[in-house]
Structure formats: structure tokens, C-alpha cells
């Protein structure tokens, strides 16, 4: 069982950055793929990107390769997102979630644990 809480959201102006922690409880934290989805107002909620066990691979989707980051610390129980270069359309509620199997997987089902999100709204 792994419990996820997110924090770093907020208000940022177009062309800002912010850093999304996202703190994981458990001994196994350094064993599950951990990833980020986001989800806006009336849309369905979509893959940001993910993070091998060991932070050696990692997968983005198109919309964000490029500015965003995500990254791990296994001794802190912790994974990061840094989202640079933002604009209005990465305004969401951003998720952290993971899952024990292998593989960066794309879909939402794929994952077994949620956080409870964490709103970033940028304004332009």
C-alpha cells in the first residue's frame, strides 16, 4: 500500500515555473514506477509523464517533453515534477500516482495509487 501526498501547486504567470513535490509513505517506495496525470476543468484526466524505480528512464507526453521534468529521490520517498516555460493550457489539477509493475505505462488505469492532487493555474 502506498499512500501519495502532492504539494508545490499554485498561481503562476505565463512563462513561470513551479515545482510539484509528491511525498510517498511505504518501505517499497524505491520499487513502483511512479508517474503524473493532470486533469482540467470538464476533460479527462491525461498522462504528464513517468519515472522508472531507479529514475533511469522516464516518458513524457508531446504537450509537455521538452519543459517538463520529472525526476525521484528514493531516500526521500519523494518524486518531482519541475514545470518550466508554463502557459495556460497546463492549467490542472495535477495528480501523482504509482504502480508496483513494470513499465511507464501511458493509461490512468494502469495505475493503482492516487494522490489527491494539487491545482496549478497559470494565468496569462
Known amino acids: 500500500q502506498v499512500q501519495l501526498v502532492e504539494s508545490g501547486g499554485g498561481l503562476v504567470q505565463a512563462g513561470g515555473s513551479l515545482r510539484l513535490s509528491c511525498a510517498a509513505s511505504g518501505r517499497t517506495f524505491s520499487t513502483y514506477v511512479m508517474g503524473w496525470f493532470r486533469q482540467a476543468p470538464g476533460k479527462e484526466r491525461k498522462f504528464v509523464a513517468a519515472i522508472s524505480w531507479s529514475g533511469g528512464s522516464t516518458r513524457y507526453a508531446d504537450s509537455v517533453k521538452g519543459r517538463f521534468t520529472i525526476s525521484r529521490d528514493n531516500a526521500k520517498n519523494t518524486v518531482y515534477l519541475q514545470m518550466n516555460s508554463l502557459n495556460p493550457e497546463d492549467t490542472a489539477v495535477y495528480y501523482c500516482?504509482?504502480?508496483?509493475?513494470?513499465?511507464?505505462?501511458?493509461?490512468?488505469?494502469?495505475?493503482?495509487?492516487w494522490g489527491q492532487g494539487a491545482q496549478v493555474t497559470v494565468s496569462s
Open positions: 500516482t504509482a504502480r508496483a509493475h513494470y513499465g511507464l505505462a501511458l493509461s490512468a488505469s494502469e495505475y493503482a495509487y
